[in-house]
């Protein structure tokens, strides 16, 4: 029986290509996969049919946009993830929900091989083929560009050569990935970092420095998840497209970043996530009245390894679910109302209101009606300074030998 190899299929140019180099190079034949994770453009259909007539035997087309937006990022909003202190991990969630989809591909169509788009420096290749092994071990994996060497040149000269069903001449500079979650754009004038980006980079934001007028939400969430906007009841794939438009308008989410990529390399990425980054600042905002002081310090911590791991291509790890337990269980109590202005680029909370709030207006206030016992604070401070009042003792006696 002939070979088969399901391939990770975006439509465009390179991935098109790939279907007819992959079968030329293996003389396996291919099996395209298409999935929706709130990319916009073309149509799923769409996409299929120029799969077939690229000469994939099969394509498999799956929106999975509820999925991605329910099970990878809502885990993303839960951590407050944000690699390096920036990137709301854009691509890097998008990986795993597509492995997921590849495999099951494979075992539909008896396929023994995954192949992926993906070039031999970034992270995504990493994701993709750790996340196969996991979930295939008995799979391989192959990477046309990296491992047979399709370039941009011949890529457009297979698809000439054979009259491919794809665009070949419009040529964008930059390398672009999108979904719901977000956008990053990166190489060509952006590899220079003292370059600022320019307009045309940009297209989930509007510029922030001549915003409509300030645009106040009220975003309701349920432990930890958003539910509804405006009062309005939303499922997580809502409230982030609804805030991408909304966010977005107002030039929310914008980042430009050098970043550490797994390989190795220091890479420049331009980021617009406008709805992750307005739905982060509102659950950590939520998270700050409901969660109490020790854990939410220890949390924060947890957040920055869970958005590494998840960085480096550990979704599917046993650290990682470990981690996504501890997270869960501190969601418990993040339900309540955050109200936020978006305006010029910016996100900021203005109100707050829970019924599993910590916040004690009897204990805060300086009014009267105080339940704060003032005097308790003499003793306290005696004691807590005092392992470092000991210590110091010592550091002066020394010091005086
Ligand atoms: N640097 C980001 C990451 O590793 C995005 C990778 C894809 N970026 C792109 N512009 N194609 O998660």
Known sequence: MTERIVLAYSGGLDTSVAIG?????????????AVDVGQG?????????????????????????????NEYCMPTLKANALYQGHYPLVSAISRPVIVKHLVKAAREFGATTVAHG????????????????????DLKCIAPVRDLALTRDKAIAFAEEKGLPIETT?????????NVWGRAVETGYLEDIWNAPTKDIYDYTATPEFPPAPDEVTISFEAGVP??????????????????????????????????????????EIYEAPGAMALITAHKHLEDITIEREQARFKANVGQRWAELVYDGQWFSPLKRSLDAFIEDTQRYVTGDIRMVLHGGQAIVNGRRSETSLYDFDLATYDTGDTFDQSMARGFIELWGMSAKVASGRDIRVAGK
Request: aromatic share 4%.
């Open 118 to 137: 993906c070039t031999g420096k970034g992270n995504d290749q990493v994701r993709f083929e750790v996340g196969i092994q996991t979930l295939g071990p």
């Open 21 to 33: 180099w992959i079968g030329e190079a293996t003389g396996a034949e291919v099996i395209a996969v």
């Open 41 to 69: 453009g073309e149509s799923l259909e769409t996409i299929r049919q120029r799969a077939l007539g690229c000469g994939a035997v099969e394509a498999y087309v799956a929106d999975a946009s509820d999925e991605f937006a």
């Open 227 to 268: 539910v509804a906007i405006d009062g309005v009841r939303v499922t997580p794939l809502q409230a982030i497209k609804e805030l991408n438009r909304r966010a977005g308008a107002q030039g929310v989410g914008r980042i430009d970043v050098v970043e550490d990529r797994l390989v190795g390399i220091k890479s420049r």
């Open 170 to 178: 419009k040529k964008n500079p930059y390398s672009i990935d999108q």
